[in-house]
């Protein structure tokens, strides 16, 4: 079974950095693309970043372009979100997802909260 398992949440002051991580299992890593979706209370889940299976492209919302940056370590089965310069409204629940090239077939991580607060 396709896994994930996201890490490195927690709460941050405006202006600073957090660095997510999401570890995969059950599936070929190389096969598949990575995305960064988020959801805050009362709003639909949002995509964030996602970068293609060879980690050729990436592409993020215009609310963090220039804020925050996704990669991805196959050798570690793990996909990364660096967020600096984070923003009060970039507080939400992070969820990793993966699906296989050339498909609409999504597994989810089970998300976890991010915070930005004075």
């Known amino acids: 079974q396709v896994q994930l398992m996201e890490s490195g949440g927690g709460s941050v002051q405006p202006g600073g950095s957090l660095r997510l991580s999401c570890v995969g299992s059950g599936f070929t890593f190389n096969e598949y693309a990575l995305s960064w979706y988020r959801q805050a209370p009362g709003k639909e889940r949002e995509l964030v970043a996602t970068i293609t299976s060879n980690g050729g492209r990436t592409r993020y919302a215009d609310s963090v372009q220039g804020r925050f940056t996704i990669s991805r370590a196959d050798y570690e089965n793990t996909v990364y979100l660096q967020m600096n310069n984070l923003k009060f409204e970039d507080t939400a629940v992070y969820y990793c997802?993966?699906?296989?090239?050339?498909?609409?077939?999504?597994?989810w991580g089970q998300g976890i909260q991010v915070t930005v607060s004075s």
């Open positions: 997802c993966a699906n296989p090239k050339y498909s609409e077939r999504y597994t």
